[in-house]
């Protein structure tokens, strides 16, 4: 008889703590409030896809060879992004939040976690048509330089557009979405005009700080992956990079409600997760 305790679970818990813990001492990066559950399943397919038996032999890996690592980021950070994804978001963004952004001078918009710009490049278009697009400034961050080198280049696979097509006039579109972006080969390239106005720039929201003060924050898809704790933090960072009676929008599943910044907020409009920073707050 065996005195083997089945403890598998457990020690895959301990082994993924000390594997976040390796990779922060070792390169900064901090995934420890990652949340458990998508930081597992991120582990264990790695783990098959390389052939590796063990996470302590991925522990050797991040510490000792760097193109390892690099896939390990990768894996980490999950990019999926459309043009105006949750296209009733950015039609409900379109009649709620714009006539407020109209009586302000100048608007500063931050796009955190923006992956490869699909969401940066849909406000570049609703504030063209809006026609505050003069007085805006985009800033569109992540801590992926993958994701942002793409963001920067701005064209986008051709069997998509269909898709993003369809999303933009949901959306409330006002004009012909090919107005914005001409076809070659397969790609499309995005206007050039829409990038003036974006500043696309590394950031990560786990170790870095305060981003000045925006009057719209988004911030969609990306608490999901954050644990509790984590997810408090980076709505303190957002509560101190707004300014008052401005606005931050998350994703679907996504709500301040049960933070511990929720005081700070007033609901905008709750059933697309649109808050407002309470005035002196
Ligand atoms: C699922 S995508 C969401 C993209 C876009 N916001 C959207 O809703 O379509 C999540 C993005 O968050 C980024 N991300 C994850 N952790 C981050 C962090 N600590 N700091 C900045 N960006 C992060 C990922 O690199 C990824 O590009």
């Given at each position: 008889m065996s005195n083997r305790i089945d403890d598998t679970s457990e020690n895959e818990d301990i082994e993924i703590r000390l594997l976040l813990e390796a990779i922060y001492l070792k390169h900064?990066?901090?995934?420890?409030?990652?949340?458990n559950a998508h930081m597992k399943r991120r582990i264990l397919q790695r783990m098959r896809i390389s052939g590796l038996d063990t996470i302590a032999e991925m522990q050797y890996r991040v510490l000792y060879d760097h193109e390892f690592l690099k896939i390990m980021l990768s894996d980490f950070s999950i990019n999926i992004t459309e043009m105006f994804r949750d296209p009733l978001f950015y039609k409900t963004f379109r009649n709620e939040v714009v006539p407020i952004l109209k009586t302000y001078p100048f608007i500063k918009i931050w796009h955190a976690?923006?992956?490869?710009g699909e969401e940066a490049y849909s406000m570049a278009v609703l504030l063209k048509e809006e026609g505050l697009y003069e007085r805006a400034q985009i800033f569109a961050t992540d801590f992926n330089v993958n994701v942002l080198r793409k963001a920067k280049e701005g064209i986008f696979p051709i069997d998509i557009i269909k898709e993003y097509t369809h999303n933009y006039q949901v959306a409330?579109?006002?004009?012909?979405?090919?107005?914005?972006y001409i076809a070659k080969y397969d790609s499309v390239i995005f206007d050039q005009s829409l990038k003036e106005k974006i500043i696309f720039a590394e950031h990560n929201l786990v170790t870095d700080g305060v981003f000045g003060e925006m009057n719209v924050i988004l911030c969609r898809?990306?608490?999901?992956?954050?644990?509790k704790e984590l997810q408090n933090r980076t709505i303190k960072l957002f509560l101190e990079s707004l300014s008052n009676g401005c606005f931050l929008c998350l994703g679907s599943?996504?709500?301040?409600?049960?933070?511990?910044?929720?005081?700070?907020?007033?609901?905008?409009v709750e059933n697309h997760n649109i808050y407002r920073r309470k005035l002196n707050s």
């Open positions: 900064g990066y901090d995934f420890r409030n990652y949340s976690g923006c992956s490869t409330g579109g006002k004009a012909s979405f090919s107005d914005y898809n990306v608490l999901i992956y954050f644990d599943k996504e709500t301040v409600k049960y933070s511990e910044w929720a005081d700070h907020f007033d609901p905008f």
